[in-house]
């Protein structure tokens, strides 16, 4: 176990160019069990559902950022279509396939979920969303870039942001071990899954980069597992 104090931020096996997409997709497969088992989705719905009651009548846009393999988006569509809530989901995501991948599990489940590749990082987002989302993304990112995601999110959305990610600490780290080997053989969840918790930002330093972002009347709220969500409504 190393240092917490501070964030060990290394490249992660599944954001490398090179890698086999077979061991892609199968790193895919196990993240979205993990994405199950920690409810992703569910800590986002309770603010999602919010803000589409706050206007009936209206559909509700999100755009879910760095999607991945997309089943937090798709989630997010199937719980609003049970719930009887009209919710438009696009995502995006820099990887072919990744997006692929995700495609594939919509067209599976029925969902209307569209994807488009897009980098978070350079590329605009649209200016037509009322709702922007990301999950487990943020710790991919150094500090700088951290902000600036933060600020572009919360210039393009109309009503709101959330962010879903990870708290750094030592329980968590001990999880990651735990659950990776458990919903998977892949070495390249074996390895992201410990490193991502040791490139997580901690409740501190998440509301540093928020004030640094220029966001105000941002909440943030400590969820299960070891995860924070950031919320951020337009005034």
Known sequence: ??????????????????????????????LARINFMSRSAGILWPEVSLLARSQPGKPLRMLDVACGGGDVPIQLWRKARSQGVALEVRACDI?????????????????????????????????DCDLITSSLFLHHLNDEQAVDLLRKMAGSARRLVLVNDLRRSRAGLLLAHAVTRLVSRSPV??????????????LAEIRDLAQRAGLKSFSIRQRWPFRFLLIWPRD
Not at 97 to 126: G, I, N, T, Y
Not at 189 to 202: E, I, K, L, T
């Open 1 to 30: 176990m190393s240092d917490l104090a501070h964030r060990t931020l290394a490249p992660e096996i599944m954001d490398q160019p090179g890698l086999d997409p077979r061991e892609h997709v199968r790193a895919l497969g196990a």
């Open 95 to 127: 990887s072919p396939v990744a997006l692929e991948h995700a495609r594939c599990r919509a067209h599976r489940l029925k969902a209307q979920v569209s994807f488009q590749k897009l980098d978070a990082l350079r590329d605009p987002f649209p200016d």
């Open 189 to 202: 969840v074996h390895f992201d899954g410990p490193q991502s918790v040791r490139a997580a930002f901690s």
